[in-house]
C-alpha cells in the first residue's frame, strides 16, 4: 500500500526512474525490492581504493621529465599495447579550477599547489603529442585523493593509453605525498574495473543500485 501511493506521488511529480541504493548485507532490503515489478535494471557500484605506500613505484626513474611531466612509452614499464608506437609520448597537465582559463601549470606550481594547499580541485589531461586524448578531474583533501570521470576519448580507446594515463597519475599523486586514491566505478564497465584492479586498487566499499521504472 505504502509502496503504491509511493509510485503516484512520483507520477504526479513525472519522475521516470527511481534508484534505490542497498548495502550488499542488506539481504532483507535486497529481497524486498527485487520481488518489486517495476525493477529493470540492478548494477553494482565500487567505490575503490589505491594505498600509494603500497603500490608505491620507483619514482625517480628516468622516463618522467620534471619541468613538462613527459612519458615516454620505450623507456617505461607501464602496459602499453602493442599498437601504440614506441615513440609516443603521453604528457600530464594540470589545470585548477580555481583558474578555468589556464592552458598548464609548471611542475613547480604544481608541487607548491600540492604541497602548500590541503585541498585542491582541478583536473589533469592526458596529451599524445599536442592532442588531448583523455581527462580525468581530482579532488585533494589532506593525503587523500579522488578522482572523478577518468577517461580516453572513444577514438584511442583499446592502445594502452588508458593504463599509461592511470599509472602516470597515480604515480605522480604518489610522488607528492598522497596516501590513498578513491574512485568509483561500475561493476557493468568490466573493462574500466579490469584495469584499476591490475593496477593495484581494492574494491572498499559497494553498493547494489535497483533503478526502478514508474509507469
Do not use: W
Not at 610522488?175 to 573493462?191: D, F, M, P, R, Y
Amino acid at each position: 500500500m505504502l509502496y503504491n501511493e509511493f509510485l503516484n506521488d512520483a507520477k504526479l511529480y513525472s519522475v521516470n526512474e527511481i534508484i534505490i541504493p542497498i548495502l550488499p548485507e542488506n539481504n532483507i532490503g535486497k529481497s524486498i525490492v527485487s520481488n518489486l515489478s517495476n525493477i529493470y535494471k540492478v548494477e553494482t557500484e565500487y567505490i575503490i581504493i589505491y594505498d600509494c605506500s603500497v603500490n608505491a613505484s620507483d619514482f625517480g626513474n628516468s622516463y618522467y621529465n620534471a619541468e613538462h611531466l613527459n612519458f615516454n612509452a620505450k623507456h617505461s614499464n607501464y602496459n602499453i599495447n602493442k599498437s601504440v608506437h614506441s615513440e609516443s609520448v603521453l604528457a600530464l597537465r594540470f589545470i585548477p579550477d580555481l583558474n578555468q582559463n589556464s592552458t598548464t601549470i609548471s611542475e613547480p606550481a604544481l608541487n607548491k599547489d600540492l604541497n602548500q594547499n590541503t585541498n585542491l580541485t582541478g583536473k589533469f589531461l592526458c596529451l599524445l603529442g599536442k592532442v588531448q586524448i583523455g581527462k580525468c578531474k581530482i579532488e585533494i583533501s589532506d593525503t587523500n585523493a579522488s578522482l572523478y570521470e577518468f577517461e580516453i576519448f572513444e577514438e584511442y580507446r583499446n592502445k594502452g593509453y588508458g593504463s599509461a594515463f592511470l599509472s602516470k597519475v597515480t604515480d605522480y599523486l604518489s610522488g607528492k605525498g598522497v596516501e590513498k586514491i578513491l574512485l568509483q566505478v561500475s561493476g557493468a564497465n568490466t573493462s574500466a574495473y579490469k584495469m584499476y584492479m591490475h593496477h593495484g586498487f581494492k574494491i572498499y566499499s559497494s553498493l547494489d543500485i535497483f533503478t526502478l521504472f514508474v509507469r
